[in-house]
């Protein structure tokens, strides 16, 4: 795969560079601040064409704030069909719905950046977000689980199907989260089922899924 | 800047000193001050006479209209405005705070002395008017001579008299309604510096804990990313069987965990140097000062120690002195002089660019609010191309 990576802490970056590359992806440009993300993707687009993912860190120079999630939300406006994926130290619900709202089909990750240190599973990410997945930080999702607690609707959700939620929105699928939880794929689907029952929302596959689901916890 | 001024009061005596010459007293503004003063003395205690008691429903108003008026009336002879009180608005006509701050008794004293500077004042004018008449029709009749003479003489006398007169009475009123206000007029700048120093301390309070996240955030937490990764890494090539690629990954990560400790170590030192708490000022200052990238030049004088929060308070404003000429001065040298005695002083003087300035918000602009703070008092001088000093003087007990 053809990515680009954009972290202003050089070590990181090239950490991050390294790593992607031994996993056999090829990194065509690098940007250490948002601008130059920006000017990546638009002469990439111009030239060879937009990269397949993205794979940017969301506080970067010139503020040091969040710079890097603007210039996603630039970049998703721009190229809808881009995938990003989003590292930061520090993760929050509101920066996840900020980059959740642009209208783009496009794959969204949005991710600790120490997950990256789980090789195997971060570079699994990276391909579900380039095929067009999402996959969210568990840390966002239980603190978005936490804020809603006493929301009667999510009460009525057993400990188990609370497990599955968190693993769906990290972007698992349902083999996935049944290799993780030790049970049958088709125990899993019924939990799923149930959930969206549950919480009322339309019968949806795989990506779209946790869409909706993230977009409920974040009414 | 200065921050310790000549304590307001002597200032104030000292504006009022008129020339024990009379030749100069003609010419001295204070004289013709004074008796502008004087005219409008009789002006405004008329007035509040008047409106006192015709108004005497709503005495609080009036004495405090009356007490305004006469704060603002020093400015005619050269003093400077006393701020009133803040919150000491009357919020209705008969609101008996209008009585109290000394308002009640300034109201008194303008009537007074606008009666008493009635009877000087309309004799002084006659006899002026009279001898510059009388000068005026010799000089328009030509008599040049004796007459002449005694009139010219006549008129500078009673106008130097006059304007002895005018001091004495402008003077005396001025050190009454001074006395009778000021102690208010004190407390409420009190107020506004504690107010002002109280927030650039929040500030400062605010600026630190950015600066210390900012530090975590670029060091110690970047290496421990880093660490992850290459331990991730390591497991990675492990589960292919590439053992050097393991090794290699596991190398780096002891690097970053090296490096972690360092950024670590100086984020500590940045919130509270060790050093300070354990071997003193000096030894703190010595090691600060063999950090940085310019040569400094460390003099140590007397052997005194300082409470904790004055040598906390001076490691920081020497360590943001370097942080500033470090950033900006270009300096080739850097002195700091530390005098270990009762008060504590200490000089940090480089000859680079100067043109330093202390802006508020800025940091060095919450130290020297911190050196008030703690009694002391601070100093620089940085013209533009240099050299800078800077001068800060703690005592050792906070008055």
């Known amino acids: ?219 | 800047m200065t921050s310790q001024s000549p304590p307001p009061e002597t200032e104030f005596r000292h504006r009022l000193v008129a020339p024990s010459n009379p030749a100069r007293m003609l010419i001295s503004p204070i004289g013709w001050r004074a008796v502008l003063y004087c005219f409008t003395s009789i002006v405004s205690g008329l007035a509040a006479l008047l409106t006192g008691i015709l108004g005497v429903m709503i005495l609080p108003l009036v004495t405090w209209a009356t007490a305004n008026v006469e704060r603002g009336r020093l400015v005619l002879l050269g003093l400077p405005r006393l701020t009133p009180l803040p919150r000491s608005r009357v919020r209705h006509p008969w609101d008996p705070r209008g009585l109290a701050d000394g308002n009640l008794a300034v109201w008194g004293i303008t009537i007074l002395f606008g009666l008493v500077d009635a009877i000087p004042g309309s004799v002084l004018a006659m006899l002026a008017l009279a001898s510059a008449d009388l000068l005026v029709s010799l000089i328009h009749d030509g008599q040049w001579g004796l007459q002449m003479a005694l009139a010219a003489g006549m008129l500078t006398v009673v106008l130097v008299v006059g304007l002895y007169v005018a001091w004495a009475l402008a003077a005396a009123q001025a050190i009454i309604v001074d006395i009778q206000l000021r102690p208010h007029s004190d407390l409420s700048r009190q107020v506004d510096e504690l107010t002002s120093s109280r927030r650039e301390l929040v500030d400062v309070f605010a600026a630190e804990r950015r600066r210390i996240e900012h530090d975590l955030h670029d060091g110690a937490q970047q290496h421990l990313v880093l660490l992850s990764m290459q331990l991730g890494e390591a497991e990675y090539a492990l589960g292919r069987d590439d053992l050097d690629g393991a090794r290699r990954a596991l190398e780096a990560a002891q690097s970053s965990v090296e490096a972690a400790t360092t950024s670590l170590r100086e984020t500590i030192r940045g919130i509270h140097p060790q050093l300070l708490t354990d071997r003193g000022l000096a030894a703190a200052v010595r090691e600060l000062a063999s950090r940085q990238p310019v040569g400094v030049h460390v003099e140590v004088s007397g052997d005194l120690q300082p409470t904790e929060q004055v040598s906390l308070a001076a490691y920081y404003l020497i360590s943001e002195a370097f942080t500033n000429l470090v950033k900006h001065a270009q300096a080739s040298t850097v002195t700091v002089r530390l005098a270990l005695y009762d008060p504590l002083q200490l000089e940090v003087y480089d000859d680079g660019v100067g043109g330093a300035q202390v802006t508020p918000g800025h940091g060095l602009s919450g130290l020297v609010e911190w050196t008030h703070a703690l009694g002391g008092s601070f100093w620089l001088s940085s013209p533009p191309g240099g050299p800078t000093l800077l001068r800060a003087s703690f005592p050792r007990h906070a008055a």
């Open chain 1, 1 to 219: 795969m053809r990515l680009l990576v954009a972290d202003d802490a050089a070590l990181i970056r090239a950490g991050l560079v390294g790593l992607l590359e031994r996993a056999g992806h090829q990194v065509v440009g690098e940007a250490a601040d948002a601008p130059e993300l920006v000017a990546q993707c638009r002469r990439l687009a111009a030239t060879e064409g937009l990269p397949d993912l993205v794979i940017a860190d969301v506080r970067m120079p010139p503020s040091m704030t969040d710079d890097g999630l603007r210039a996603a939300v630039q970049l998703r406006e721009a190229y809808p069909h881009l995938p990003l994926l989003m590292l930061s130290q520090y993760v929050a619900p509101a920066y996840a719905a900020t980059l959740m709202e642009a209208r783009a089909s496009a794959g969204l990750g949005y991710l600790l950046k120490e997950r990256v240190g789980r090789v195997a599973d971060f570079l699994r990410s990276v391909e579900l977000v380039a095929a067009g997945g999402m996959v969210v930080d568990p840390e966002v999702v239980g603190q978005l689980l936490n804020a809603r607690r006493g929301d009667p609707v999510l009460n009525r959700l057993t400990p188990r199907e609370l497990e599955v939620l968190s693993l769906m929105a990290n972007g698992a699928s349902n083999s996935q989260i049944a290799e993780q939880l030790v049970v049958t794929p088709a125990a899993v689907a019924k939990h799923v089922a149930n959930i969206f029952a549950k919480l009322n929302l339309g019968p949806n596959e795989d990506n779209r899924r946790v869409r909706a689901v993230l977009a409920y916890l974040n009414r």
